[in-house]
């Protein structure tokens, strides 16, 4: 039955060619941890990419409930640990998840850099690479303001003021990001919009750029 | 290569048969003798493994603490210490430096953040020799150790130096109390001239001393802690009789009713 389906729509928009260059390839010894131990280094990508799912997935589930704006945001999201069933998981594996990602993201670079793999012909895969480090510090940025709690606006409010510290741009910058002269209801629909839609999309984007630019140059060597 | 199934498209507007396009063979890793697996599904399911390895370690975090929440954002409440999360906090501490903060704030904010990030960014160009092995290549691998080092040192300064039990304290969210202010207990209060100045005529907290709701404290804590004192106030401050102040104390560690007769 399956078959007949892929049959059906492989007659149509001939797809077996994308499945090969999707998965039909072979992984080479050296970044194999079932050969060699010490290449579980090599996982941190996968296990970046992973974690990265896991942010999409339940930063979805919780939209559901999170409301962005200053009168309900905060009492949406106490409703959403304390009342919503399975809430306080969904949550925690979001906020647990954004550490990890950064974490495992760092681990990545160390690898990367540490085996030379950036180097010729692999530099713009490099550059994309360091982009997403910055995306992914941008979402932890302005996911920290979301849950409207003292923390969340203080730590804003200095991230702001050193966002302004920056010479010619800082003060367009900070009203970029705070939608006016005071950090409220302006920043925190801006800071949400950032964190949803701008750069998941550009995630997203730079991920796919990634990906495509490992398929086809391949992994680097063995040292 | 021969397309699909061969189909015809009506009115096809596609770029006609791609002859140039890269054949679909895997990577050649003939160069690197040694076991190459395929990726599908074998080492796929190896992946899959470690996922879920890791999966569950996630998972036992989640479960064991749960993502914190403060008391709803104060914008009026100027004293709150504030705190970047821990990723941030590296650059955080630097501006706390003599020579990056105050008149030279743009440099701990701006410059050494920019040099790092932007070499950290053109790396494949500064260091573009041929060499792979990080022992062949000191100069770039020295200066990673040292930003890592460096990364590690101001977070864990920045760390060491916060007051993390103030921290905990001026999140904590605060229960609604809800005072009786007709019970004998309040019109004790109302003559304790000395207790108001600092816990505010509503026993909510006020000038210089928090809500005396804030702790859980028994009525026999609360007796001992007005004849006492306690850091940052000063014992005996109470006037009335040994009763009113049992009265008094009854009340506070009942937060703010009339305990029950039959609680005592």
């Not at chain 1, 510290?165 to 800071?191: C, D, K, N, Y």
């Not at chain 2, 004192?229 to 009335?240: H, I, L, N």
Request: charged share 20%; hydrophobic share 45%.
């Amino acid at each position: 039955m399956l078959q007949k389906i892929y049959d059906w729509v492989d007659e149509r928009l001939d797809i077996t060619p994308m499945w090969r260059d999707i998965a039909d390839h072979e992984v080479p010894e050296h970044v194999n941890p079932a050969h060699h131990f010490s290449a579980f280094v090599y996982c941190f990508g996968g296990l970046t990419f992973f974690v990265t799912v896991i942010q999409i997935l339940s930063g979805m589930f919780l939209t559901m409930y999170y409301v962005p704006d200053i009168i309900h945001a905060y009492e949406s999201v106490y409703f959403l640990q304390n009342e919503v069933t399975h809430g306080v998981i969904v949550r925690g594996m979001h906020h647990w998840g954004a550490s990890l990602v950064i974490v495992m993201m760092f681990l990545h670079t160390l690898r990367v850099f540490f085996t030379g793999s950036y180097k010729k012909p692999r530099e713009l895969n490099w550059v994309v690479g360091v982009l997403i480090f910055f995306v992914m510090l941008g979402l932890g940025f302005t996911g920290y303001l979301l849950p409207w709690d003292m923390k969340a606006y203080f730590a804003t409010v200095v991230g702001l003021e050193i966002a302004e510290a920056a010479p010619v741009v800082g003060g367009f910058a900070r009203v970029l990001l705070a939608g006016g002269e005071i950090i409220g209801a302006q920043t925190l629909t801006r800071f949400f919009a950032i964190h949803v839609f701008f750069l998941p999309g550009a995630l997203l984007g730079l991920l796919g750029a990634h990906f495509y630019m490992i398929r086809k140059q391949g992994i680097s060597g063995p040292l | 290569m021969h397309r699909g199934k061969g189909m015809k498209f009506v009115g096809d507007s596609r770029i006609p048969a791609k002859e140039h396009r890269m054949k679909n063979i895997p990577k050649d890793y003939s160069e690197y003798p040694g076991k190459t697996e395929a990726f599908w599904p074998n080492f796929l399911l190896r992946e899959w493994m470690v996922g879920a390895v890791f999966l569950i370690g996630y998972l036992c975090l989640t479960v064991a603490h749960p993502a914190p929440l403060e008391r709803v954002a104060d914008p009026t409440d100027s004293g709150y210490i504030p705190l970047p999360d821990w990723y941030f906090l590296f650059l955080y501490q630097l501006l706390k430096y003599e020579f990056a903060a105050g008149q030279y704030t743009v440099i701990g904010a701006v410059v050494m953040p920019g040099i790092a990030f932007g070499a950290l960014l053109l790396a494949p160009w500064l260091d573009n020799g041929p060499e792979r092995r990080p022992i062949k290549r000191p100069i770039a691998s020295s200066i990673m150790l040292l930003a890592v080092i460096s990364i590690i040192f101001l977070t864990w300064e920045s760390v060491a130096e916060h007051d993390w039990e103030a921290a905990a304290q001026q999140g904590a969210i605060v229960e609604d109390i809800e005072v009786d202010e007709t019970s004998e207990a309040f019109e004790i209060w109302s003559m304790q001239q000395s207790c108001i100045n600092c816990h505010g005529g509503d026993m909510l907290g006020g000038a210089a001393g928090p809500s005396v709701f804030q702790s859980d404290y028994t009525k026999e804590q609360v007796i001992a802690i007005i004849k006492e004192g306690a850091p940052g106030m000063p014992p005996d401050q109470f006037e009335g009789t040994e009763e009113e102040l049992e009265t008094l104390a009854a009340f506070i560690a009942n937060d703010g009713q009339v305990p029950d007769e039959d609680e005592e």
